[in-house]
């Protein structure tokens, strides 16, 4: 991302955890910061197709770490797939590894966002008590779900949002980013040619509501960094 564009967005974000802030002045904010790094997506989509080496197709590898390692894999699926990359979860000893595969860009964007969830998800889970009788682990794994969930939807919105404004400069948009997934999934076929779907997951905990509430609060704007913390999300 430039760095005009990411100083813009992080002037944007710091606006909105002002605590003189009203809610409704840091939801708008949080949503032009979310609505530029989805433009910034589309954007690059474009010049790409008039320059194929300013945004090639490539891939990275995150460590996703104990405790709560499914969920946060969970957590980087749901930011990755709208954002138009591709990700394979790989168990490595008591957590994964997620292969992501994308465009350049999307991959910057995925990490930029995910960092940030990390954290944010850290933070939100101190912050909310288990209620009583409910299974501390279960209710935070549910939590995690429901943050997911939501944000995934959240960023789904703001692509699609900047995708239709695009494309009312011409229609050429739509066909640049189906070329653009196409490549994706055949590198990602390349290299795993033999891919097993995972099992839907059954989550028993009662958090889903609440982690889903603070899915729809969360900034996703983020901040740059290489990859996620190692202990974001601690045992508690």
Known sequence: MSDAMLSKVRKLLAKAEDPACTA??????TAKATELIARYGVDRALLAARDPASDPV???VVDVVAPYARDKAGLLAAVADPLRCRCVRRREGS????HLFGFASDLERVDLLFTSLLVQAAHGLAGTAVPPGAHPAAFRRSWLAGFAQVVGERLRTAEASAVKVAAADGPSVALVLVDRSDRVRRRLDEVYPRLRTAAPRRLAGTGYHVGADAGRRADLGGRPVGRPPRQALGDR
């Open 24 to 29: 409704a002045e840091s939801a708008a904010l």
């Open 58 to 60: 490539g891939d990275r």
């Open 95 to 98: 957590g994964f590894t997620m």
